[in-house]
């Protein structure tokens, strides 16, 4: 085996030759000078005739000396060196390796922008929040990563998803969820969570934040490590991205820390997006497929949005309208004044229709067809830019049922009105309502006279006020009266026989509102039968007189024979 002499012993050796140099020149010229022969008795004369060789022969060793510290000295130059070179290859190693975690890092940011611009395709958060934290956990190498959300009233959070690396089935993955802390059992972790966007635990068995998972959390799971970041939507935290390490204790250095926020940040943007683009797809389902018409406009009255039933109600489609001004959808005799209405509006904040809900105006089909409006305007703010909606319902066959509805009331009114037959008709309270032609023909007493009077305490003789009331109570209670007779005293106090029918009034709801009274003067009926009955009685009696005078005359020819 070949030997590797150290710097020293070669310095030392090169001392050494160079010093026996000196005592063989010394010599060799001595001998030279002197005429004498090289052998041990001439170099044993020459010492002796000069002292000073022994003093040259001390050159190896000298020199040798010399050379020896001065290979001391290069040795630990070389050293010096050799522990710069690897402390500079230290620092290149780490700063590859750093490198490398940043292009990690930097590819998954990049995953996580993916997911979150493929949002509008998923139809369940949970799903986008499984992705980011697989990316998380194998962009920083972590065991362990979860999201938290607080409840209602922050004083405990609940793991929504905790992903976990599977050592046994590398591609096969493990979530969880459901797992809860609260303020009452880990006051110190929650109160750094109100002060801090960030928990940086190196050491999480001993940092005073989270020592209190130690027992029952830490140790149980081989959690060395934590870092928990804030997820924070519209201003507040709402939960937090916690990162647990397991197996030797590890420090968590800063570009961790900055991916870890800005995959949180990421996470809070997906989060505010999710809730925007459902809220628009409701939106949008609600506008698509509301019956009435919804048209959203700035304060120029120019279109900014055009629903399905207003394209149906007014024959336009929504690339026609949007863009253009409100006025095409208005008649000239409405739309001449359209334009100063906003303008007053703009100037003085005053309008006549906004907030007012169903008022009724006039549109225009794109046919030109004017038809009946009923619209509800109102104002809002979009970014400090002021706009106005209007919700539109075409009320053309409102309308024609409305007139339909009239005609039929003016019919009925008429056809009572004008009946052959005294009718009235009593409010709840007893109160009159009704009163046809027939009613006041025979009482005496016009319409206006009676209206909203008591008709019992008013029209009805003292000794029918109980009997009548008990009538027109029972009606009200839903039982009907047919053939009541009772006696009617007139305006010129003339005495009337009715017979009275009372049947319950109803609303379109079936509640009972009043009474439906109609009768039928039998004043002559009853003048009738009482002639007729005075008729048979005289004739009765004037058959018993007959019969008895008859009887008086046989007894009297019995007599008169005798």
Known sequence: MKMQLSIVNKYTLSGIALGLAFPLVAWSLEIFLSGLTLSPATLVLIHQNNSIHYIVNTAPVVLGAVFYFLGRANQRTLNRNDFSSLIQLSLVKKEQKRLSDLIRLRVATNKIQKVSENIENVQKIETIEKNILKIVSHALKVERVSIWYYKDDKNSIVAKVLYKQNSVAKYEDIYESGMTFSYKDYPDYFSALTKETTIVADDAISDIRTREFKDNYLKPLGISSKLDVAIRLHNKSIGIICLEHTGEMRQWDLYEQDFATSASSSLALILETYERVKSETRLNTILSTMVDGLITMDDMGTVESFNPSSETIFGYSAKEVIGQNIKMLIPPHFSDNHDQYLKNYRDTGEIKILGKTGREVEGKKKCGMVFPLAVSISEMHIGGVRKFSSVIRDITEVKLAQAETKRIADELTQLVDTANAPIFGIDSSGFVNEWNQMAAQITGYEKAEVLGKDLVAEFITDEHKEPVKEVLDNALRGEDTANYEFPL???????????????????????????????????ALRDKESALYQSQKMEAVGQLTGGIAHDFNNLLSVISGN
């Open 489 to 523: 005293f007139t305006k010129d106090e003339r005495r009337l026989d009715v017979l009275l029918n009372a049947t319950t009034r109803r609303d379109v709801d079936g509640n009972i509102i009043g009474v439906i009274g109609v009768g039928q003067d039998i004043t």
